[in-house]
């Protein structure tokens, strides 16, 4: 298996994906009791899960921003949504959701630099082959 996640088979992508999408899920919709505490700003901690979010989305598709980026930012608004409407002690907010798009927009500006960064043999895929 390749080291370059891009070119794993189209299945082991979306799974991976998937087992990351899941984790990002619990630690947003768990009741917050149940989550481990973590001492950043709350802004803070939605931008960097999202970062990580959104650059493995691009590791994986890197042929596809948009819709990586489309992706994570509708998820976003889904898990606000969701916290603000179930009883798990979590409050949705739109300045989180604001802070997942900072995240998305750090990991879209990293992916754009690296592709330029990268040695030619290395360079991530950007349409399809």
């Given amino acids: 298996m390749s080291l370059r996640p891009w070119r794993w088979p189209p299945r082991l992508r979306l799974w991976a994906y998937a087992v990351a999408v899941a984790a990002l899920l619990y630690l947003t919709l768990a009741p917050a009791r149940d989550v481990p505490s973590v001492s950043l700003w709350d802004k803070a901690e939605h931008g960097l899960a999202w970062i990580v979010l959104a650059g493995l989305g691009l590791l994986f598709w890197p042929a596809r ?4 980026a489309a992706f994570a930012m509708a998820l ?7 916290q603000a409407t179930l009883p798990f002690g979590r409050d949705g907010d739109w300045r989180d959701w604001v802070a997942d798009g900072v995240g998305v927009a750090a990991a879209l500006l990293i992916w754009g630099l690296a592709r330029f960064a990268l040695p030619r043999g290395v360079r991530l895929r950007t349409r399809k082959a």
């Fill in 65 to 68: 921003p948009g819709r990586v």
């Fill in 76 to 82: 976003g608004g889904v898990v606000e949504l969701l």
